[in-house]
């Protein structure tokens, strides 16, 4: 008996190792594409306050880092890229056995959708893959894999593989990543969490054509299967008393997606909860926004995104019951959070090398900008144009003069003079005594506050703000560029980066 018992147990334990192994494999090659955005939001174990549901809009329109800087807002965006109504139904009751927020913000773009999941069943398997095993996640599955739409579909459409649909790569990962081995890099070794709270940061830029706007009565003719998942999802948050704002976040919409728009308005009277149509909003500009010119499925990039997340965070904080956390210690970690945030957003700016998406990106309340140009060259460009009045410069005040400018806050005040420097105006003796001479220097007051520039020995320059040294331009680098911009955190007026740009190359250099 005690011999039978000994080899029960040594194969209970073999069986234990492998599954362990066979886990650890499985995590190794799955792809981790959802799991460095969505695992933080189950490893937290603080209250979120708001979580953010929908597709890839949401992913790339919403950023949470942004609302707890300037609002104190405890969120998480659970947007997810090509995904359909019912999918997203299930990835949010599974977040709700998780949380409790005060509140869920739904968008509702694909509303005219009669299919449950995504055509691409790598997409669907890939969100699947974060989602832990539960029955929750069985029911969901089960209800996903019945698809009728997709079965239409796939009557014409030879992409859509029927066969694979099944629920075992579903449950587990191995099934379908087994053969990964050649693919794996450092990131399947070493897996670093996103910072931004789910978000996805764009830095594209695109202008979008505004399509002709249809009456708000032109909705979708008939109920689709999308809207019987969106009533579910608010029924399901209105069981957990979880207020519900609905949503339709900016692009250049055509007919089909307004109407898909002017039909939410019905869904929020019929379930008495707001709603938020950005198609009818003046909150972003269309010629510098975006990152692509699409009328179908448009998305914001980061400039859009922070102007729809300020409108977000001021609505929320009007309209809902939920209280600035900056200052609760229970929350305090998200001040170093947000700290690898910001890093983040540097390091993105610093690896840019098209002016443009620079420019664009430079549409960020958090930066103070010292600009340097010959805005001749720089304005002859429509897009450049826009970008530099996103940024709150006025082509009126611009003459052939100025050469340098600065911008507070990404808008809030901008100043026009003439260049800073003038090697012309430099005498020998200066040399002697670099900071100390006056010798061919000028001063500039403006609302970032007083600049001057001295001669160096190489014969370039170095600029002072406020008596404090800020930068160095050297005597090549005087010459190359046509416009030269230095980055600083507004609150520290440390630099965080500096840059040139040749228009005819359109590169940067550091």
């Known amino acids: 008996?005690?011999?039978?018992?000994?080899?029960?147990?040594?194969?209970?334990?073999?069986?234990?190792?492998?599954?362990?192994?066979?886990?650890?494999?499985?995590?190794?090659?799955?792809?981790?594409?959802?799991?460095?955005?969505?695992?933080?939001?189950?490893?937290?174990t603080e209250d979120f306050d708001v979580l953010f549901f929908g597709t890839s809009h949401v992913e790339n329109g919403i950023f949470p880092m942004e609302l707890w800087e300037d609002h104190g807002i405890v969120s998480y965006n659970l947007g997810t890229s090509g995904q359909q109504l019912g999918t997203i139904y299930w990835y949010m009751k599974n977040a709700l056995e998780y949380q409790k927020p005060k509140l869920v913000v739904i968008d509702c773009y694909w509303l005219n959708s009669n299919a449950k999941a995504s055509s691409d069943f790598g997409i669907i398997q890939e969100l699947m893959d974060v989602v832990p095993l539960s029955a929750l996640k069985l029911q969901a599955i089960s209800d996903l894999l019945v698809d009728p739409e997709m079965e239409r579909r796939a009557e014409t459409d030879h992409t859509i593989n029927l066969k694979e649909r099944r629920a075992e790569p579903l449950l587990w990962g191995y099934y379908t990543y087994h053969d990964r081995w050649d693919e794996l890099g450092q990131d399947d070794f070493a897996l670093k969490f996103s910072t931004e709270k789910g978000a996805v940061l764009q830095p594209e830029v695109a202008a979008s054509d505004l399509v002709a706007r249809i009456p708000r009565e032109q909705k979708l003719e008939k109920d689709t299967v999308a809207m019987g998942y969106v009533r579910?999802?608010?029924e399901e948050c209105q069981a957990q008393n979880i207020e519900v704002l609905l949503t339709y976040l900016p692009f250049a919409a055509n007919e089909q997606r307004q109407e898909e728009a002017n039909t939410v308005y019905q869904l929020a009277a019929e379930y008495d909860v707001k709603y938020i149509n950005f198609l009818e909003e003046d909150v972003v500009n269309y010629q510098?926004?975006?990152?692509?010119?699409?009328?179908?499925?448009?998305?914001?990039n980061a400039s859009g995104a922070r102007k729809v997340t300020d409108y977000l965070g001021r609505y929320i904080r009007e309209n809902y019951e939920i209280g600035d956390q900056r200052?609760?210690?229970?929350?305090?970690?998200?001040?170093?959070?947000?700290?690898?945030?910001?890093?983040?957003?540097?390091?993105?700016?610093?690896?840019?090398?098209?002016?443009?998406?620079y420019?664009?990106?430079?549409?960020?309340?958090?930066?103070?900008i010292i600009i340097e140009w010959d805005p001749s060259g720089i304005l002859q460009d429509e897009m450049r144009r826009n970008l530099l009045a996103n940024l709150g410069v006025d082509?009126?005040?611009?003459?052939?003069?100025t050469g340098f400018s600065t911008i507070k806050e990404a808008g809030a005040a901008v100043d026009y003079a003439e260049e800073i420097y003038d090697s012309r105006e430099a005498v020998s003796d200066s040399q002697s005594d670099f900071q100390g001479s006056r010798d061919g220097e000028k001063e500039l007051l403006t609302s970032l506050g007083t600049f001057r520039a001295v001669p160096v020995e190489d014969g370039g320059y170095m600029v002072y703000r406020n008596e404090k040294e800020l930068y160095t331009v050297s005597a090549e680098q005087s010459a190359s560029a046509d416009i030269r911009i230095v980055v600083c955190d507004k609150d520290t007026m440390q630099v965080v980066d500096r840059a040139e740009f040749s228009i005819a190359e359109q590169s940067v250099r550091k």
Do not use: S
Request: proline residues 2%.
């Open 1 to 44: 008996m005690r011999k039978k018992l000994q080899k029960i147990t040594e194969c209970l334990t073999a069986g234990v190792v492998l599954l362990l192994a066979l886990a650890a494999v499985t995590g190794l090659v799955m792809r981790k594409n959802y799991i460095k955005r969505v695992q933080p939001f189950y490893d937290q």
């Open 232 to 234: 579910k999802m608010i």
């Open 288 to 300: 510098t926004d975006f990152r692509e010119n699409n009328n179908e499925n448009g998305h914001l």
């Open 327 to 357: 200052q609760n210690p229970v929350y305090a970690d998200w001040n170093d959070d947000y700290a690898e945030y910001a890093m983040f957003k540097e390091n993105t700016l610093k690896n840019l090398k098209d002016l443009n998406q």
């Open 359 to 368: 420019l664009m990106l430079l549409a960020d309340k958090n930066y103070d």
């Open 395 to 401: 082509a009126e005040k611009v003459t052939d003069a």
